[in-house]
């Protein structure tokens, strides 16, 4: 017996870390037809437990499973730590593994931006943590937002999908209005479910 997981299944906790968490899906897909999530790590709260985040972000990723395209394609992750938005937790990084192998969706590409030099030698070491399957499909950009933006182009994630200006800052209204989300989808969750169709 299975039930759909609900945003409510998080916990008081959950709800508080999805409300202040810098990720969401754009709304362009990648350029063979690949979800692509995009998220801002400075924007998710230390103060949360790494469960907590996991447990969030794997919502999320059953979230995206309902689109059958998805189930098929795969997905892209993308962590954007450049400018303003840039911050690196390294308790994350140190399970950063562990979440990449329990995604229940088949995780295609992933990204990592950056426009601080110290951080490579923790990137390269994240990177060499993964399996070789995800080592292999990892990659780092270094540079200014502008830079870390044309790079992410060029793997087929179109311009206008990246919610983040020339300087670094999330665009407001885009993705990154996780209260406003979050709080729609509780509302969502409390209507009756839609009948079956004969």
Known sequence: VGKDILISD???E?????RLHGSGWLPHRDRAGRAVLFVLPSM???KFSVECRFRAMLWTCFNALRDKETQMKGLIIVLFNVGTSGSFDPQMVYYIREMVQ????????????????????VISLVISALDKFMTARCRSHFGTATECIYALMTFGIPREAIPITDNGQPIVGGPFCPRERVDKRIEQEKLPPPKELL
């Open 14 to 18: 959950g709800l508080d870390f999805c």
């Open 10 to 12: 998080l916990g008081p």
């Open 44 to 46: 998710s709260n230390r």
């Open 102 to 121: 329990s995604f229940p969706s088949r995780l295609i590409g992933f990204h990592i931006c950056y426009d601080n030099p110290m951080r490579r030698p």
